[in-house]
C-alpha cells in the first residue's frame, strides 16, 4: 500500500465497518502458544501489521503458523520450538514491542532467550524495567548486549512475590506467560486488570494455568509443569470501536460499528454521553452517532482499567475540538502522548499543552517536566493540511480530523495505521469517505 493518502474531507462518516479481535491481545494470545505442547487455535484474529510482525516472529523461532485470514483463523504449532538467529529477530520486530514477552516462554521452553532493542509507538520513554526486575525474579539471569538483551535459566525459572510500582499491561502480561509453567507459586500485587489481560487469562485457563485475580489487584497463580493447547475467540478491539466511534462524532456522521462489544467499553461509552455523543447497543455490535445540537465539553482523566484508556484519548481529542466550550484532559498512563495536537492545532484546533496535572488528581508525571495536560477550546472548524502520521493511534486521530476538515488534506505515513486498524482504507470506502492514494 502507498504510504500517502489524499483526503477529501467535511462530509460525515456513514454506513457500517467490522471490528474483529483487539489487537493488544491477539497479539499475546499468540505468544503464549508456546507455552504449549500440542497446537492452539486463534480466531477473531484482524489483518493487522502487528499481527504479520508476530508471526514472523514465531515461526523464527519454530513455531509452524497457518493461517487463514479472510476467515480471521489462526493455527499456532509450537512442537518444535527452537532458538532464533539474533539478526533474523532483529529485522523481523521492527516496530513492534511483543519480543519482550516471548522471554518467559522462551526461557521455559530453552533455558534462553535474545531480544533485540525493542520499537513502539514513541509516546513516552516506554521503559522496561518492569519486564526484566520480573524476569530476574523468577530466576533468569539477564545480560545486556550491543543488539539487545540475552537471558538464560539454566536452572528454570521459580514462583516468586512482585508488586508493580504501576500498574503495567505489559508487565503483568509477562507475569502470567512466566509464572504460568515457573515452579511453585507466584503472586503480583499492583496488576494490571485490562479485558486483554483477562482474556489472557482465560486462554492460559483453557491450556491448563491455575490463575486467580483478587478484587484488590493481586493474580496468584500456581505453577503446572505442562500446558496444552487452546481455542479461543479473541474479545473485540476496543480502541479500533472507540476511534471510529470518535470519526462519527468529529464528522457528524453516524456509524455502525459491527463486533463492538459493551461490557468493556462502559467508560468510554459514557464519556461519549456527555460529550453529545449517542449511541445504541444490540447484540452484533454498537451504532455510534452525532444526534445533532452542540457537543459539549468536558473534563477527562486517562486511567488504567476501569478507567478511560488512554488509547481512547488521541481519537476523542479531535471531536472534543467540535464541542462547544473549555475541555480539559489529562493523561497519566504515558508521559508523552499530546504531541499529535500540533498537527490538530495548524488544521484551526485551539489547544494548548500544560506541564502541571490539569483537571485531576495530580499524577507520576506532575512537576516533572512532561507536557501531559490539555485544554481544549472548541468548537473551530478543521480546514485542510499536509499531515505526517506520528504514531498508531496519533496517527487515526490525524485521519479523523483530515475527515472532519473542509479541503484537501494529504496525509503521509498512513503504513503506521496498519499496525493496529485493519483495512482501514476499505473502511473508509464502506463510510462514504472521499480519498485517493497518492
Ligand atoms: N512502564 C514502565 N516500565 C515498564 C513497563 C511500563 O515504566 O517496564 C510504564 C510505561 O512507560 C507507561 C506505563 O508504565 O508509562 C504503562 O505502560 P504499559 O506497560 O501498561 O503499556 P504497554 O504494555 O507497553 C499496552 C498497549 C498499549 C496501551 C498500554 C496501556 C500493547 C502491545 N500495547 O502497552 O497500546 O496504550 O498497554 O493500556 O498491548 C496502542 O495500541 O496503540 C498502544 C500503545
Given at each position: 500500500?502507498?504510504?500517502?493518502?489524499?483526503?477529501?474531507?467535511?462530509?460525515?462518516?456513514?454506513?457500517?465497518?467490522?471490528?474483529?479481535?483487539?489487537?493488544?491481545?491477539?497479539?499475546?494470545?499468540?505468544?503464549?502458544?508456546?507455552?504449549?505442547?500440542?497446537?492452539?487455535?486463534?480466531?477473531?484474529?484482524?489483518?493487522?501489521?502487528?499481527?504479520?510482525?508476530?508471526?514472523?516472529?514465531?515461526?523464527?523461532?519454530?513455531?509452524?503458523?497457518?493461517?487463514?485470514?479472510?476467515?480471521?483463523?489462526?493455527?499456532?504449532?509450537?512442537?518444535?520450538?527452537?532458538?532464533?538467529?539474533?539478526?533474523?529477530?532483529?529485522?523481523?520486530?521492527?516496530?513492534?514491542?511483543?519480543?519482550?514477552?516471548?522471554?518467559?516462554?522462551?526461557?521455559?521452553?530453552?533455558?534462553?532467550?535474545?531480544?533485540?532493542?525493542?520499537?513502539?509507538?514513541?509516546?513516552?520513554?516506554?521503559?522496561?524495567?518492569?519486564?526484566?526486575?520480573?524476569?530476574?525474579?523468577?530466576?533468569?539471569?539477564?545480560?545486556?548486549?550491543?543488539?539487545?538483551?540475552?537471558?538464560?535459566?539454566?536452572?528454570?525459572?521459580?514462583?516468586?512475590?512482585?508488586?508493580?510500582?504501576?500498574?503495567?499491561?505489559?508487565?503483568t502480561e509477562q507475569l502470567l506467560l512466566t509464572a504460568v509453567?515457573?515452579?511453585?507459586?507466584?503472586?503480583?500485587?499492583?496488576?494490571?486488570?485490562?479485558?486483554?489481560i483477562?482474556?489472557l487469562i482465560?486462554?492460559l485457563?483453557?491450556?491448563?494455568a491455575?490463575i486467580?485475580?483478587?478484587?484488590?489487584?493481586?493474580i496468584?497463580i500456581?505453577?503446572?509443569?505442562?500446558?496444552?493447547?487452546?481455542?479461543?475467540?479473541?474479545?473485540?478491539?476496543?480502541?479500533?470501536?472507540?476511534?471510529?466511534?470518535?470519526?462519527?462524532?468529529?464528522?457528524?456522521?453516524?456509524?455502525?460499528?459491527?463486533?463492538?462489544?459493551?461490557?468493556?467499553?462502559?467508560?468510554?461509552?459514557?464519556?461519549?454521553?456527555?460529550?453529545?455523543?449517542?449511541?445504541?447497543?444490540?447484540?452484533?455490535?454498537?451504532?455510534?452517532?452525532?444526534?445533532?445540537?452542540?457537543?459539549?465539553?468536558?473534563?477527562?482523566?486517562?486511567?488504567?482499567?476501569?478507567?478511560?484508556?488512554?488509547?481512547?484519548?488521541?481519537?476523542?481529542?479531535?471531536?472534543?475540538?467540535?464541542?462547544?466550550?473549555?475541555?480539559?484532559?489529562?493523561?497519566?498512563?504515558?508521559?508523552?502522548?499530546?504531541?499529535?495536537?500540533?498537527?490538530?492545532?495548524?488544521?484551526?484546533?485551539?489547544?494548548?499543552?500544560?506541564?502541571?496535572?490539569?483537571?485531576?488528581?495530580?499524577?507520576?508525571?506532575?512537576?516533572?517536566?512532561?507536557?501531559?495536560?490539555?485544554?481544549?477550546?472548541?468548537?473551530?472548524?478543521?480546514?485542510?493540511?499536509?499531515?505526517?502520521?506520528?504514531?498508531?493511534?496519533?496517527?487515526?486521530?490525524?485521519?479523523?480530523?483530515?475527515?472532519?476538515?473542509?479541503?484537501?488534506?494529504?496525509?503521509?505515513?498512513?503504513?503506521?495505521?496498519?499496525?493496529?486498524?485493519?483495512?482501514?482504507?476499505?473502511?473508509?470506502?464502506?463510510?462514504?469517505?472521499?480519498?485517493?492514494?497518492?
Open positions: 500500500m502507498s504510504s500517502l493518502l489524499y483526503v477529501n474531507g467535511g462530509a460525515p462518516l456513514n454506513g457500517e465497518i467490522t471490528v474483529r479481535g483487539a489487537k493488544n491481545f491477539v497479539s499475546k494470545a499468540m505468544v503464549a502458544a508456546i507455552l504449549g505442547d500440542e497446537p492452539s487455535v486463534l480466531r477473531n484474529v484482524p489483518q493487522i501489521r502487528d499481527v504479520a510482525v508476530v508471526t514472523g516472529l514465531l515461526e523464527l523461532h519454530g513455531v509452524h503458523v497457518q493461517a487463514e485470514p479472510e476467515a480471521g483463523i489462526l493455527r499456532l504449532d509450537p512442537v518444535n520450538v527452537e532458538s532464533a538467529h539474533v539478526a533474523d529477530i532483529d529485522a523481523h520486530a521492527g516496530s513492534s514491542r511483543i519480543p519482550i514477552l516471548f522471554c518467559g516462554p522462551l526461557l521455559h521452553r530453552l533455558g534462553e532467550a535474545f531480544i533485540p532493542d525493542l520499537g513502539g509507538c514513541r509516546i513516552g520513554d516506554r521503559p522496561i524495567n518492569f519486564h526484566l526486575d520480573i524476569l530476574r525474579r523468577f530466576g533468569a539471569v539477564v545480560e545486556k548486549r550491543e543488539q539487545g538483551i540475552a537471558l538464560y535459566a539454566p536452572n528454570g525459572l521459580r514462583g516468586t512475590k512482585i508488586a508493580l510500582p504501576y500498574p503495567s499491561v505489559g508487565a509453567r515457573a515452579e511453585g507459586l507466584t503472586e503480583l500485587k499492583g496488576a494490571a486488570v485490562e479485558p486483554e483477562l482474556d482465560a486462554v485457563q483453557k491450556m491448563g491455575l486467580s485475580v483478587d478484587t484488590d489487584r493481586t496468584r500456581e505453577g503446572v509443569s505442562r500446558l496444552s493447547g487452546y481455542q479461543h475467540t479473541a474479545l473485540s478491539d476496543r480502541i479500533e470501536a472507540a476511534s471510529w466511534a470518535s470519526a462519527a462524532l468529529a464528522t457528524h456522521g453516524d456509524v455502525y460499528v459491527r463486533g463492538a462489544t459493551q461490557p468493556e467499553m462502559t467508560t468510554f461509552l459514557n464519556t461519549y454521553r456527555k460529550v453529545g455523543g449517542a449511541f445504541e447497543v444490540d447484540d452484533d455490535g454498537i451504532r455510534f452517532y452525532h444526534p445533532g445540537g452542540d457537543l459539549r465539553a468536558i473534563v477527562l482523566e486517562t486511567d488504567v482499567h476501569p478507567g478511560f484508556m488512554t488509547d481512547w484519548q488521541q481519537p476523542l481529542v479531535v471531536a472534543l475540538t467540535q464541542a462547544k466550550g473549555l475541555s480539559i484532559v489529562h493523561e497519566t498512563v504515558y508521559e508523552n502522548r499530546f504531541e499529535f495536537t500540533e498537527a490538530l492545532v495548524g488544521m484551526g484546533a485551539t489547544i494548548q499543552v500544560y506541564r502541571e496535572c490539569l483537571g485531576g488528581a495530580p499524577c507520576r508525571f506532575g512537576q516533572r517536566n512532561f507536557v501531559h495536560s490539555a485544554v481544549i477550546s472548541g468548537a473551530t472548524p478543521l480546514s485542510a493540511a499536509e499531515i505526517e502520521v506520528p504514531d498508531l493511534r496519533g496517527g487515526f486521530s490525524h485521519l479523523i480530523a483530515a475527515l472532519a476538515a473542509k479541503g484537501t488534506s494529504t496525509v503521509h505515513g498512513i503504513e503506521l495505521i496498519d499496525r493496529g486498524y485493519e483495512r482501514f482504507t476499505d473502511k473508509l470506502t464502506a463510510l462514504g469517505a472521499e480519498f485517493s492514494r497518492g
